[in-house]
């Protein structure tokens, strides 16, 4: 089954494709995975990535389309594929599409998990991550990591400000991706405002398994 995972930063989307993975044993697939595996394999593709992100601007569609597009023909991908993050608007998802018929393949269901901003704004600003060991908790654990012992420690991008504008940008340009899968009849929403397993087993329900 090929999937697309839409869901606002804080959504808990992440931990759902992992969840995926594990059951039907198809591929999570991240941009950002793919970047940094172009990169490190200085690949034609990557190779131009990198001169964009190197001076610290956005690396263009056609790039990041060409890279996944290439990610995809991989033989991992026959039994299918997990799109976590990607893609994020509407001119990608058109493109994809058009990559992905050329290799006789296409999105069979794309899965929007739905929480309340706010809940999100919470969830994010209670965030604490361990300097030591990369753990992720919450401000409930106090001030030292429950693993390692580690400092915890608010990140930049888990402020107040920044998760309210990365919540803004993710209205403004995916959030349109909804509308443009409700409309090839592909589109499942699911209540992600619950526990972990009763939103998987929701999500699989929606995915008719």
Do not use: W
Not at 29 to 38: E, F, K, N, P, V
Not at 70 to 85: C, H, K, S
């Amino acid at each position: 089954m090929n999937i697309v995972l839409l869901g606002a930063p804080g959504a808990g989307k992440g931990t759902q494709a992992k969840m995926l993975t594990e059951k039907f044993t198809i591929p999570q697939i991240s941009t950002g995975d793919i970047l940094r595996a172009a990169v490190a394999n200085s690949t034609t593709l990557g190779l131009e990535a990198k001169k964009f992100m190197d001076a610290g601007e956005l690396v263009p569609d056609s790039v990041v389309i060409g890279l996944v597009k290439d990610r995809l023909a991989e033989d991992d991908t026959v039994p299918g594929f997990i799109l976590d993050g990607f893609p994020r608007t509407v001119a990608q998802a058109e493109a994809l599409d058009s990559e992905l018929a050329s290799l006789g393949k296409m999105i069979e269901a794309a899965v929007a998990v739905d929480v309340d901003p706010e809940i999100i704004v919470a969830r994010l600003t209670s965030r604490r991550t361990c300097r030591v060991c990369g753990a992720i908790t919450s401000v409930s654990a106090g001030a030292v990591c429950p693993k390692c012992d580690g400092e915890l420690y608010l990140r930049d991008d888990d402020n107040e400000t920044t998760v309210r504008n990365r919540l803004e940008v993710y209205a403004r340009s995916t959030a349109p991706l909804v509308d443009y899968y409700r409309e090839k009849g592909v589109l499942h929403e699911v209540d992600g405002d619950r526990a972990v397993e009763v939103v998987f087993a929701e999500l699989l329900t929606a995915l008719g398994v």
